[in-house]
């Protein structure tokens, strides 16, 4: 064979996860830095799965939305700073909430090319220790009195400064195009598709029902390390029901009559870490390690939430899954009832209901509730946003290899920017 015919590619293991417990923004994590929650993720891992060795893991993907200027090598530093071994390559990558299941799939696909041949992915995020920036003309008078050639000339561009140039510009939960929130953004996807509040206070119980669940009978015990007083997300209310949460008022599209968002069936915001561990069937079977579950397709996608038709909407912010995971099941052969598990990331319970519709819409048999969320998903643990998605393929993983049988499942996770990201994980 020629060297540069196509090599043929190989299957992609989930071995396992660890993730700290999940802490609502400025409580238990408030003084942790990125790289901290990350680096406790990783050393749980790296503990759980005898990773210490030299060479021992191929390579380190991850990521965070909220970046300090000082994480500019986050991926790298986290390495340094844990039990890894010191020469484990490792860079970063981005893409707001899809992070995490981007980091997932980078990784994957060198171990699928034969690149390398075990990984760890994740991510996370921190919005109690949110980067401050330089109010931005303050930021213009500073440059331009670095580049004065005299003293004169820089105390003269200095004498510019004024006390409102001191308010430093703070990070916005809005997108730049729109110069709305993504509540507000999901606010107008939920008018669009007729999302009733009822609907959303059922899924945000089930979803708090759930996870309380899964935590008593042990799901997590191998996935969640503790970390700062925490051994379970802080953000769970195992007594939530759908009565409880129709007496909180709405936050969200509150321009418009009957808003239906509230603080309950919303994400809050969140600080955390999670990572995954993956590997080639070689490298697991010469450890002696049974693999969860296999990586076997994923699909991005993105919509024109600015131009596009987002008041029908078909093209909201967060709608970009419901094209996604139509084409990636068209590629794959397959159709929503060969799925045994469905993980919808649940930024908003209206987002996951909107999405759900537009996949019938779109042709796909209706999801069976059974089988969605079945642990629980963001609305309950929280959603540090580059953390979402290693928390998820790890969750999913650990479901199918409970089964004890072949099985597969659908991760479904919404980004800011309209975009989406998707993946089959099976088990056989």
């Given at each position: 064979m020629s060297p540069l015919a196509p090599q043929p590619t190989r299957r992609v293991a989930v071995l396992g996860g660890a993730r700290v417990p999940f802490a609502r923004s400025d409580g238990p994590y408030a003084t942790a830095s990125n790289q901290e929650m990350l680096t406790a993720a990783l050393d749980g891992l790296v503990e759980r799965h005898g990773l210490q060795g030299p060479g021992a893991v191929g390579e380190f993907v991850a990521g965070a939305v909220l970046k300090h200027s000082r994480d500019f090598n986050l991926a790298r530093e986290t390495v340094l700073g844990s039990t890894l071994d010191p020469r484990t390559p490792a860079y970063d990558i981005q893409q707001a909430c899809g992070t995490g299941l981007q980091a997932v799939i980078a990784a994957a696909n060198k171990i699928a090319l034969g690149q390398i041949e075990s990984a760890v992915a994740g991510g996370a995020d921190t919005a109690s220790d949110a980067p401050l920036g330089v109010n931005d003309r303050l930021r213009r008078i500073l440059l331009e009195a670095r580049r004065a050639k005299s003293t004169g000339a820089r105390l003269k561009a200095l004498g510019k400064i004024r006390p409102g140039h001191l308010v430093p510009d703070i990070p916005r939960n809005a997108e730049p195009r729109t110069g709305l929130s993504m509540g507000e953004h999901a606010a107008v996807t939920a008018r669009a598709w007729g999302i009733s509040r009822e609907e959303q206070?059922?899924?945000?119980?089930?979803?708090?029902?759930?996870?309380?669940?899964?935590?008593?009978?042990?799901?997590f015990q191998d996935l969640v390390i503790p970390f700062r007083g925490l051994a379970r997300d802080q953000n769970l209310r195992p007594g939530s029901t759908p009565e409880k949460l129709a007496a909180l008022k709405p936050v969200f599209g509150l321009d418009a009559p009957g808003p239906t968002m509230t603080a309950g069936n919303s994400t809050p915001l969140t600080d955390g870490a999670a990572t995954v561990l993956l590997a080639s069937e070689e490298w697991a079977e010469a450890?002696?390690?049974e693999p969860l579950a296999y990586?076997?397709?994923y699909e991005t996608a993105a919509v024109d939430f600015v131009g596009g038709d987002v008041?029908?909407?078909?093209d909201g912010l967060l709608m970009a899954p419901a094209y996604a995971v139509p084409?990636?099941?068209?590629?794959?052969?397959?159709g929503i009832g060969d799925f045994d598990l469905v993980e919808i990331h649940e930024a908003f319970a209206s987002q996951v209901l909107a999405t759900l519709a537009a996949w019938e819409k779109r042709g796909l048999a209706p999801v069976d509730r059974a089988r969605l969320n079945v642990?629980?998903?963001?609305?309950?643990?929280?959603?540090?946003?580059?953390a979402t998605g290693a928390r998820i393929v790890a969750t999913l993983a650990t479901l199918l290899a409970e089964r004890e049988g072949p099985g597969r499942g659908l991760i479904?996770?919404?980004?800011?920017?309209?975009?989406?990201?998707?993946?089959?994980?099976e088990r056989t």
């Open positions: 206070d059922v899924l945000a119980a089930a979803s708090h029902q759930r996870l309380a669940a899964a935590y008593e009978r042990g799901l450890r002696g390690v990586l076997t397709a008041a029908g909407g078909e084409r990636m099941l068209e590629r794959a052969g397959l642990a629980g998903s963001s609305l309950a643990t929280g959603h540090p946003f580059a479904s996770v919404c980004a800011a920017g309209g975009q989406g990201v998707t993946a089959i994980l």
